[in-house]
């Protein structure tokens, strides 16, 4: 989304260290969420938007969903704010939250997650409920030294 840092380079070396890559699908009705297999980080730009302007594979598409396949050993997750504490401000609709429960129970280990924050993005605080996962590391631009 406009308000997040841009993900394409990454995607793009993700293909280029031969990695294998897997992209959002949100259903709107409900808060849940899949992660499904990017064939090459060019098959972005082919996706339908959704009315969150974002590229995503159809609800129809049979794609590799990554739980189905043995899981995730990173996930980069958006939001809206986050503190030091790996505390993160997503969207309010839970999607990364109940996703990253799945995984719990679906592999043996639990993905490192990891969010791309702009430097006006880190608060001092995030409020927090008992539903909302943490960020094992939060990476953002650090402010050039005065």
Known sequence: MQDEVETEEIIKDIF???????????????????????????EIALLPKTSWNIHQPGKGDVQEEALSTGGHDL?????????????????????????LKCCIQHQEVKPYTMALAFKEQICPQIPVDEHDMKVDEVLYENSPAS
């Open 75 to 99: 996930i980069f997750l958006p939001g809206l704010g986050f503190d030091k504490d790996g505390n993160r401000l997503g969207r309010g609709k839970g999607y990364y939250d109940t996703y």
């Open 16 to 42: 280029k260290q031969g990695k294998i890559c897997f992209i959002p699908r949100y259903q709107f009705q409900s808060n849940h969420m899949d992660m499904v297999r990017l064939t090459s980080p060019e």
